[in-house]
């Protein structure tokens, strides 16, 4: 019903990059660029500007993103109403969330779900809570799974569970024969820490600055699964919260500690939504559900830690 030049717009003022957009929407280059510009020749305005490293909208462009947006949203709340008239949830659910949710809880959920629900699929991306948050609010997202941290206004939070930034150790550590540990400490091993992870590694620095102590760094990376195995075999002191390691912490494998005197203690993640846009029959009864979930999973951490 729509052109599809709207979803390859979209696509390439996402990636900002023709290249990389007709990767992902399996379209050669070539006929992809022409789309673009037929589509401005058409309107009348340049809606990208072209650069040696890639491209980026102009103001024209941002408000035919805005316009190409809200029109395949409405398209899809469309399909989901017919889905809901023929006694049954259709459509596709778009998910951020955080790198240490794809380990387990997610990857059941979908699968749960699906199951229950085969007409519905997903389409889900890791990142950092910041982005999270942003994905959201530009409408790239449906539903975010995050930190409920400096949470902008136009978000709404749905559900959230206490979910703490913890120590994590091998269980044959010096550290795992304690209750808990102070970050002075934890310095005094080598530190695995996350990069591209703004919540553990400013507020890990801005604590650790102001005891005056600075770790030695073993090993810094965006990957969460690059450092479970060095934790598992002793290599080095991590900060996490239990999401991405509940199985370890089940098996005694890890060994999740308290950080004494730590801010961090009184974390949530979240399940957050848009205030303004509105949800297809599909994405709601998966908020619905990842709700109940996500309070299930959370109890379930608690429980391993408590241990």
Do not use: W
């Amino acid at each position: 019903m729509h052109a599809s030049i709207l979803r390859y717009f979209i696509e390439v003022a996402r990636s900002g990059s023709i290249r990389k957009a007709s990767d992902e929407v399996h379209v050669a280059t070539s006929a992809l660029s022409r789309q673009i510009r037929k589509l401005e020749d058409e309107l009348g305005t340049p809606l990208f500007e072209r650069f040696s490293d890639g491209l980026r909208l102009t103001a024209a462009g941002k408000v035919v993103l805005k316009h190409a947006k809200e029109t395949m949203h409405q398209y899809e709340i469309m399909k989901s109403d017919l889905g809901d008239l023929q006694g049954k949830r259709t459509g596709r659910v778009n998910i951020a969330c955080l790198d240490s949710l794809t380990v387990q809880f997610l990857p059941e959920f979908v699968a749960a779900f699906h199951n229950k629900n085969p007409a519905v699929d997903f389409r889900i991306r890791a990142d950092n809570y910041n982005n999270i948050f942003q994905f959201v609010a530009d409408g790239d997202c449906d539903v975010g799974v995050t930190f409920d941290l400096a949470r902008p206004h136009d978000i709404k939070l749905v559900h959230g569970v206490r979910m703490p930034l913890m120590v994590m150790v091998a269980r044959h550590h010096p550290l795992a024969r304690q209750k808990s540990a102070t970050l002075q400490e934890c310095v005094q091993f080598k530190l695995l820490l996350q990069l591209d992870n703004e919540v553990m590694s400013s507020m890990i620095a801005v604590e650790l600055a102001s005891l005056d102590r600075v770790g030695r760094t073993f090993v810094a990376t965006n990957n969460q699964m690059m450092l479970k195995p060095l934790i598992l075999s002793g290599e080095g002191v991590a900060f996490f919260t239990p999401l991405g390691l509940l199985e370890e912490l089940k098996a005694g494998d890890v060994v999740a500690l308290p950080i004494d005197g730590s801010r961090l203690q009184n974390m949530e993640v979240g399940i957050v939504t848009s205030r303004h846009r509105p949800l297809t029959h599909a994405t709601e009864a998966v908020v619905e559900a990842m709700s109940i979930e996500l309070e299930k999973f959370g109890q379930q951490i608690q429980e391993v830690v408590r241990r």
